[in-house]
């Protein structure tokens, strides 16, 4: 699998990508747009996160997801940024964290299964599932959705952050 380094950059709601790609977007994509809920606390909460989610030896928790922002060609329509899920987070040594692309419903696979370095801008959601308790913490966009959370059996956690993470 090959090693992409993608940076993204959100300053005063522009978003600047560089990627692989043949053509790196600007623009978020529109069935993205919709999708991306209250960013500000997102990227402060995943701060938290990088400060815990890791064992001394740089493995994660199980359970922790987050969804980020990736360019995009969609078949001769201009490119954008798309939502992407990734797992399997890693830390190196040096405090670079990885994730493997999973693979979604989209018709646009050309990243799945890579190993990325993320960065903490690309981040628009992230959840951690406690194995001990099934709660789920973070998952900012279905707590805007209550009855999505409900209809997928989603038992969401009172706080956004596990007890104890600060």
Not at 139 to 164: C, D, H, W, Y
Request: hydrophobic residues 45%; aromatic residues 8%.
């Amino acid at each position: 699998m090959s090693k992409r380094k993608l940076v993204l950059g959100l300053s005063l709601g522009a978003v600047i990508m560089t990627a692989p790609a043949a053509h790196a977007a600007t623009d978020i994509c529109p069935e993205t747009a919709q999708r991306i809920v209250n960013p500000d606390a997102v990227r402060d909460s995943w701060q938290v996160v990088l400060r815990n989610a890791f064992s001394d030896d740089g493995q994660v928790h199980t359970g922790l997801e987050a969804s980020i922002l990736i360019s995009v060609d969609r078949g001769g329509a201009a490119p954008c940024l798309a939502d992407y899920l990734v797992k399997k987070f890693q830390l190196s040594p040096a405090g670079e964290v990885t994730a493997e692309i999973q693979p979604t419903n989209r018709d646009y696979p050309v990243f799945f299964f890579d190993r990325v370095t993320v960065e903490p801008t690309m981040i628009i959601d992230w959840n951690y599932t406690a194995p001990e308790t099934a709660l789920h913490f973070g998952n900012f966009r279905i707590r805007e959705t209550p009855s999505v959370a409900q209809a997928l059996g989603v038992k969401l956690s009172e706080t956004l952050l596990p007890p104890g993470w600060e």
